[in-house]
């Protein structure tokens, strides 16, 4: 098992153009969230899928975000019209269903995609 | 979920033991206590979780008190490799599906 994998790892954008990060979850892990992290700070919950599903989204997407996990395996998150203040590292996360391990429900990062947007 | 609290920073020397601290004084039965780290760079890295008795395993010790109000994350032997922030996060087994995390602790070790 290889982990959660993102990309791309990295991402420099100009204000107003869209980006997209992909996030390919740890096999059969069938849930899988998103956070995003801006330096210095905790990371912050934003959305979060149960297979295909978008079960939970923080007030923290705007309508510029979206996010689909279309066939309940990888994500894709997509940041349109991007502004400065988007400017941060989008973390990927996933995690068994309940009852799949004594893990207490733990969930398992990727390493992240870095996001400047100029 | 429950508030966590948690010193801003830590130091350390090598290859000494290292408490970090978490008060969480309004844990409910069923929450689990998680320990992420996150060196500089990288995401979040499970380190450890427990429920109510005192957890080992590899990477780090955890000591719940008796009262589950505070929790005590232990590095036996800290090496440079360990500096990192620390967070200390609730999770409710059963429901709640995201880890909300605070600022954390972070821990610098001297040489």
């Known amino acids: 098992d290889t982990g959660v994998s993102q990309n791309p790892r990295h991402k420099i954008t100009k204000r107003g153009q869209n980006v997209t990060f992909r996030c390919d979850p740890i096999s059969e892990h069938n849930r899988l969230y998103w956070y995003r992290q801006t330096l210095g700070q905790g990371p912050e919950f934003l959305t979060y899928f149960q297979n295909e599903a978008q079960l939970e989204k923080s007030r923290l997407l705007s309508d510029r975000f979206s996010a689909e996990r279309p066939k309940g395996s990888f994500s894709t998150l997509e940041i349109q019209r991007t502004e400065q203040g988007d400017s941060a590292m989008y973390l990927c996360?996933?995690?068994?269903?309940?009852?799949?391990?004594?893990?207490?429900?733990?969930?398992?990062f990727g390493e992240g995609s870095w996001l400047t947007v100029v | 979920d429950a508030k966590t609290t948690q010193p801003n920073s830590m130091e350390s020397n090598e290859e000494e033991p290292v408490h970090l601290p978490c008060n969480h004084s309004t844990i409910s039965g069923t929450d689990y206590i998680h320990w992420y780290r996150q060196l500089p760079s990288q995401g979040p890295e499970y380190v450890i979780h427990g429920l109510t008795s005192n957890v080992n395993n590899r990477m780090a010790s955890l000591a719940i008190a008796e009262d589950r109000k505070s929790s005590t994350l232990i590095l036996h032997r800290a090496t440079l490799r360990d500096a990192a922030v620390y967070y200390c996060i609730l999770r409710d087994v059963g429901y709640g599906q995201n880890f909300v995390f605070g600022p954390g602790t972070r821990l610098s070790v001297l040489p």
């Open positions: 996360a996933s995690s068994p269903r309940l009852g799949q391990s004594s893990s207490g429900n733990t969930i398992y």
